[in-house]
């Protein structure tokens, strides 16, 4: 099992830039692939990026390609989404979530194939 807690939220002017990061609890980090994913007021949640779990492949949403960037670092447990050029669009809440494998895929954009999620933190951006 596996916790994640994120941070990095925030208020930033359009075009400016964030990098959240979402921090995991549990031994087997390694295991998991991660994704970044977002919810917008009177939206539903939608995937963002994910990573698999040695980091070798990443997916993005159209929506980011391009602007977004997501990075692991199994050493320290930690997972990154680098965002830049950041639109008004953008603003939501961002949530981090894990999903078990037993053998590197390409992470799933689909929100019921995850496991674990964190609370999220909000980004806000401003035109």
């Known amino acids: 099992q596996v916790q994640v807690v994120e941070s990095g939220g925030g208020l930033v002017q359009a075009g400016g830039s964030l990098r959240l990061s979402c921090a995991a609890s549990?031994?087997?980090?390694?295991?998991?692939?991660l994704g970044w994913f977002r919810q917008a007021p009177g939206k539903e949640r939608e995937f963002v990026a994910g990573i698999s779990a040695s980091g070798s492949s990443t997916n993005y949403a159209d929506s980011v390609k391009g602007r977004f960037t997501i990075s692991r670092d199994n050493a320290k447990n930690t997972v990154y989404l680098q965002m830049n050029s950041l639109k008004p669009e953008d603003t939501a809440v961002y949530y981090c979530?894990?999903?078990?494998?037993?053998?590197?895929?390409?992470?799933?954009?689909?929100?019921?194939?995850?496991?674990?999620w964190g609370q999220g933190t909000q980004v806000t951006v401003s035109s």
């Open positions: 549990g031994r087997t980090f390694s295991s998991y692939s």
């Open positions: 979530a894990a999903r078990f494998v037993l053998w590197n895929e390409v992470p799933p954009a689909p929100l019921y194939k995850y496991d674990y």
